[in-house]
């Protein structure tokens, strides 16, 4: 999908790259009230009660290093009771970005590279492209959220455990052999 017919998300926040200082600058990001309830319902939440995310940005160039972490009060659905339950979440965040051409001939460095099947834990992921000179700080927050919440969230002390009727049922294989047998 490219991005003029991305649908637009519930968490802004650009910043333009040339306003970023050399040393480091501080930002913010923090969902007003209006915007929790399509955040929690963009991720599938039961509801969230606060998202906040605190940035450090610095410059050398046209590159970007950012270094933060985002604090979020919510509630997850318990893929067993159904019941909401109360999750709260302190996520660290690490990213480098690069105009969207630098980072296109990355991509394209990394594809004539010989394909290696080894995973090289300690390789750095390639930077992020930023387009027209801007970075949009509220959707890295609400993909750093995403990639935190639980997939399959289960309520403290929930467990799943098979229905009472099933728990002494005969396996198909031994029905079978029955019948094998004329029993």
């Given at each position: 999908?490219?991005?003029?017919?991305?649908?637009?998300?519930?968490?802004?926040h650009?910043?333009r790259v040339?306003?970023?200082?050399?040393?480091g600058?501080e930002?913010?990001v923090?969902?007003?009230?209006e915007?929790?309830a399509?955040?929690?319902?963009?991720?599938?939440?039961?509801?969230?009660e606060?998202?906040?995310a605190?940035?450090?940005l610095?410059?050398?160039?046209?590159r970007?290093?950012l270094?933060?972490?985002?604090?979020?009060?919510?509630?997850?659905a318990?893929?067993?009771?159904l019941?909401?339950?109360?999750?709260?979440?302190?996520v660290?965040v690490?990213?480098?970005?690069?105009?969207e051409a630098?980072?296109?001939?990355?991509?394209?460095e990394r594809?004539?590279?010989?394909?290696d099947?080894?995973?090289?834990?300690?390789?750095?992921d390639?930077?992020?492209?930023?387009?027209?000179?801007?970075i949009?700080l509220?959707?890295?927050t609400?993909?750093?959220l995403?990639?935190?919440?639980?997939?399959y969230?289960?309520?403290p002390?929930?467990?799943?455990?098979?229905?009472a009727?099933?728990?002494?049922?005969?396996?198909?294989?031994?029905?079978?052999?029955?019948?094998?047998?004329?029993?």
């Amino acid at each position: 999908m490219t991005p003029e017919h991305a649908p637009a998300s519930p968490l802004r926040h650009p910043i333009r790259v040339e306003t970023i200082r050399q040393r480091g600058t501080e930002v913010m990001v923090r969902a007003e009230p209006e915007q929790v309830a399509p955040i929690a319902r963009l991720l599938g939440l039961a509801s969230l009660e606060s998202l906040e995310a605190r940035y450090l940005l610095s410059r050398n160039g046209d590159r970007v290093k950012l270094e933060g972490r985002i604090a979020a009060r919510l509630h997850q659905a318990c893929v067993v009771t159904l019941d909401p339950f109360p999750v709260q979440l302190d996520v660290p965040v690490k990213l480098d970005f690069v105009p969207e051409a630098e980072a296109a001939e990355h991509r394209a460095e990394r594809d004539d590279a010989e394909i290696d099947i080894e995973v090289l834990l300690n390789e750095d992921d390639p930077p992020e492209p930023f387009v027209d000179g801007i970075i949009d700080l509220g959707s890295v927050t609400l993909e750093f959220l995403a990639l935190a919440l639980d997939s399959y969230p289960r309520k403290p002390g929930v467990s799943f455990e098979a229905p009472a009727g099933e728990a002494g049922a005969e396996s198909p294989f031994a029905a079978l052999a029955k019948l094998k047998r004329g029993d």
